[in-house]
DNA sequence: CTCCATACATAGCATTTCTACCTATAGGAA
DNA sequence: TTCCTATAGGTAGAAATGCTATGTATGGAG
């Protein structure tokens, strides 16, 4: 899958994959690698980034722990994270609408 | 509608259009506008570094032309651009497949 | 003891869209 | 005339954001 048309997107996704309940980075990745079938096989530079991201904007928090040796971090949805998430899945569909009619969209309107 | 959502679909956009037949820069400006109910009302700054792409890549190929004084790029797809416009519109559909099962995942996979 | 997998992290790059401007012409308003 | 608006095309610079490449550290397999 072409890398930008992701843009934008992500936040959603990553959001999504929290609502079950708290996850580490790693096992964001793969819940999103999984669930697509393999096509969503993020690098881990673009969720990292990302996460802090969400966190800095108050829709995750995330706490360290460690297991078998090594630091996790685990972040959960926030009350205003859950609120996004609802917000995010609105406007994907609205937008996937509106460009899907629109590759569909023959004959276009007449505009001389 | 958010900005950079857009991000690698203006292009496919932009050709479906031009499928119906030659239009100039305002032209499909407007028909992407009306097409969408004013969902995607695109500045010029947007549109015009987009065909100009387009033409560089060699899907659409433009002619200047000049009507009532004023001058006109009018641009028509080409049959690289045609085959883009098909492969664009597969990818689409196989993005918004993606992200819409993505959003709708519960559970997701469990992954420890 | 080396190699690999797990886990987190970041610097710098590349792409793309947007904001804000600019040029030019025609036609109507003041 | 002069000004304003609509049409038509254009660009520079900013902003956003995902990717590549690389780095740190630990534990376990061979």
Redo the contacts between chains.
Sequence with gaps: ?????????LD??LL??L??GP?HG??IK???C???GG??DLPTGTIYPALHRLERAGLISGTWSVVAGRRRRTYKLTVPGHEALAG??Q??????D??????R?????A??
Excluded: Y
Aim: glycine share 2%; with cysteine.
């Design positions: 899958m072409r890398a930008e048309v992701l843009k934008g997107h959603a996704l999504a994959t609502e079950d996850r790693c096992a793969e819940a999103l999984e669930a697509t096509k969503l995010a899945r406007s994907w569909q609205e937008f996937a509106t460009i899907s009619s629109a590759l969209s023959t004959p276009w309107p505009t001389n």
